[in-house]
């Protein structure tokens, strides 16, 4: 459940470094500083942990019981006792880690995300692309599709894969799939098992029906050249 909202989370960190709400000025409204406190570093026994030696950003945002840490371009490697840099192993483009609610001292004590191994791992899945679902249409009514893009905002290939639903599911034959979501909180193995969940449209259920989950895995293979 830590990762229950990841998805809408990195909506807010695409939206950019500020924010603005527009509405209605409010003269006369200011504010004064009055005490200044520059703590430090970040880093402590949690990054080492994760194998990170340094990293830019640290957006966060609230979620149930703590709050998820977004960071940019994160550089694995070690640090001596000294607190001299070994930078070691890459990096990878940006990383993610879930902060305790009640972890309110400083440093405060990251839990990140990382892989088998225990180094920090990129929330971007497997494929290193982002992938959309797309649900069936009246010509396929049980298909589900699955399209890549370099960017979230496209463009967006033609349909590099597919599932089919089954005929009968729930009891009852299925005349439609619809709602297909896939959800990151649930991907194993850095994105390469992934979970997605779709509404079924079954003959003669009328409102008798419910999502239902899928669970794929990936191969990775070259792109055909055209």
């Given at each position: 459940m830590k990762w229950?909202?990841?998805?809408?989370?990195?909506?807010?960190?695409?939206s950019g470094c500020s924010t603005s709400i527009a509405g209605e000025k409010?003269?006369?409204?200011?504010?004064?500083?009055?005490?200044?406190?520059f703590l430090g570093s970040l880093w402590n026994e949690s990054h080492a942990r994760a194998s990170i030696v340094s990293q830019d950003g640290g957006q966060s945002f609230?979620?149930?019981r703590g709050a998820i840490w977004a960071f940019g371009d994160t550089f694995k490697g070690s640090r001596s006792?000294?607190?001299?840099?070994?930078?070691?192993?890459g990096a990878v483009s940006c990383s993610i880690a879930f902060l305790e609610e009640n972890a309110r001292i400083y440093p405060p004590t990251f839990n990140y995300?990382?892989?088998?191994?225990?180094?920090?791992?990129?929330?971007?899945?497997?494929?290193?692309?982002?992938?959309m679902t797309s649900s069936s249409d009246f010509d396929h009514p049980r298909e589900i599709r699955f399209l890549l893009a370099d960017a979230p905002y496209g463009p967006w290939s033609p349909s590099v894969a597919r599932i089919e639903v089954p005929e009968y599911r729930q009891g009852k034959r299925v005349e439609l799939v619809y709602c297909a979501y896939l959800h990151p909180e649930l991907f194993r193995e850095n994105g390469r098992v992934m979970n997605l969940t779709c509404s079924l449209?079954?003959?003669d259920a009328g409102f008798d029906n419910n999502c239902e989950m899928v669970e794929i895995?990936?191969?990775?293979?070259?792109?055909?050249?055209p």
């Open positions: 229950l909202f990841i998805a809408l989370g990195m909506t807010v960190i695409l409010q003269p006369g409204r200011t504010f004064e500083i009055v005490q200044t406190n609230a979620v149930p006792a000294d607190g001299a840099p070994h930078f070691a192993g995300l990382v892989s088998s191994n225990g180094d920090v791992v990129s929330p971007f899945a497997y494929l290193k692309k982002y992938v449209g079954l003959k895995g990936l191969k990775l293979r070259e792109a055909q050249k």
